[in-house]
């Protein structure tokens, strides 16, 4: 999926990897924009023009930006985005042609074919490491004796081939009934291959279908955030944490009756003593509460932007959920009843200088 391969290219920046407002354009585009500039046909800021006025073309029509639209995209006055438009036409790689489509008279449409056939020919050479002189190949366009090779929309690409998973972890995602889920799964496995083993890979597989929330974000977000946050060895990791926590809960009583949990009894004890503190006493602990939570909530939120890239928002807050659930699971414990909460656990870790100052008062 589109949006899952530029969610990992671009470091998960919402803005870029949305899947919204791109052109597509070949690895070799910037090295082509160089030539033009080192050959002199075009001086640097004529070529960001040049393939500024490409971004508007969308299909096998002409683009037609206006000079005032590419004037306040480029913080220039129109006569100068007029005059850097001459320039262009004047290498003829960019056509003028208004009015070629019938009603159309627009005076600022480009044929731009001239552009994209030196592209063309440019790449061809490139990828085939045919020695070229670029001024050559230019001036061979213009002339029109040489063209880029066509194809015909039907033409396929032959995908590479895929590295064959183990058999193990064939079997196990075999066993994913969701086909999309399945998918989702494989390419997070592969992404992560190199540096996962192959017992944390399976592990995360039903990790992730037994953690998921339809309710804050996508199952592709899910997984993406699981896979990259994983460790090896966290199976063993996770199924102490579990043994621990069940252990905690149940006691070690052998018997029908049920063991009120420590932290029940302790929040009891503490309702009994906050109703018998006098109103102001309870007013200055309600209020330093309410302050440690707000500086506890602003610290979270600034270091995970800081160090994930991510915004807090996004995927409805799933990944900064996760961001935290990973963290809570490494504090030692009673930490979060010594300071009043996980979170504050969590914020004490991250900026241990505010440890003595930020607890809440029970």
Request: net charge negative; with cysteine; aromatic share 10%.
């Given at each position: 999926m589109l949006n899952t391969k530029l969610h990992a290219q671009y470091d998960g920046i919402k803005v870029l990897s949305n899947g919204k407002h791109f052109t597509v354009n070949p690895t070799e585009?910037?090295?082509?924009?160089?030539?033009?500039?080192?050959?002199?046909?075009?001086?640097?800021?004529?070529?960001?023009?040049?393939?500024?006025?490409?971004?508007?073309?969308?299909?096998?029509?002409?683009?037609?930006?206006?000079?005032?639209?590419?004037?306040?995209?480029?913080?220039?006055?129109?006569?100068?985005?007029?005059?850097?438009?001459?320039?262009?036409?004047?290498?003829?790689?960019?056509?003028?042609?208004?009015?070629?489509?019938?009603?159309?008279?627009?005076?600022?449409?480009?044929?731009?074919?001239?552009?994209?056939?030196?592209?063309?020919?440019?790449?061809?050479?490139?990828?085939?490491?045919?020695?070229?002189?670029?001024?050559?190949?230019?001036?061979?366009?213009?002339?029109?004796?040489?063209?880029?090779?066509?194809?015909?929309?039907?033409?396929?690409?032959?995908?590479?081939?895929?590295?064959?998973?183990?058999?193990?972890?064939?079997?196990?995602?075999?066993?994913?009934?969701?086909?999309?889920?399945?998918?989702?799964?494989?390419?997070?496995?592969?992404?992560?291959?190199?540096?996962?083993?192959?017992?944390?890979?399976?592990?995360?597989?039903?990790?992730?279908?037994?953690?998921?929330?339809s309710s804050k974000g996508t199952f592709a977000s899910a997984s993406y955030t699981f896979y990259k946050a994983a460790n090896n060895g966290d199976k063993e990791k996770h199924k102490q944490m579990d043994a621990e926590r069940y252990k905690r809960n149940t006691g070690n009583s052998k018997g029908r009756k049920e063991v009120e949990p420590e932290f029940l009894k302790e929040q009891k004890e503490a309702e009994q003593e906050y109703r018998k503190e006098c109103p102001i006493a309870q007013r200055e602990r309600q209020a330093h509460n309410a302050e440690v939570d707000r500086i506890v909530s602003e610290g979270l939120q600034k270091a995970y932007v800081a160090t994930t890239g991510l915004d807090i928002e996004e995927d409805n807050g799933f990944p900064y959920m996760m961001w935290k659930m990973e963290l809570m699971e490494k504090l030692p414990e009673g930490i979060e009843k010594e300071v009043g909460s996980s979170e504050i656990a969590i914020y004490n870790t991250i900026y241990p200088n505010s440890v003595q100052s930020h607890r809440k008062i029970v």
């Open positions: 585009i910037y090295l082509f924009q160089s030539e033009l500039v080192e050959n002199k046909i075009m001086s640097a800021q004529r070529v960001f023009t040049a393939c500024h006025i490409l971004t508007f073309k969308h299909d096998e029509k002409n683009p037609f930006p206006s000079n005032e639209t590419l004037a306040s995209h480029f913080k220039k006055s129109v006569r100068a985005i007029a005059a850097s438009v001459s320039d262009i036409l004047k290498t003829g790689l960019f056509i003028n042609e208004k009015g070629k489509y019938g009603t159309d008279k627009r005076k600022n449409t480009y044929n731009v074919t001239p552009f994209l056939n030196l592209l063309g020919v440019f790449v061809e050479h490139f990828r085939e490491g045919k020695a070229y002189d670029f001024k050559e190949l230019y001036n061979n366009v213009i002339k029109g004796v040489l063209k880029a090779e066509r194809g015909s929309v039907e033409e396929k690409v032959e995908a590479p081939k895929l590295e064959e998973l183990p058999e193990a972890i064939t079997e196990a995602l075999n066993a994913v009934e969701n086909e999309e889920q399945r998918s989702i799964l494989e390419k997070e496995i592969r992404r992560n291959m190199n540096r996962l083993d192959e017992e944390t890979l399976i592990y995360y597989i039903s990790r992730v279908q037994e953690k998921f929330d």
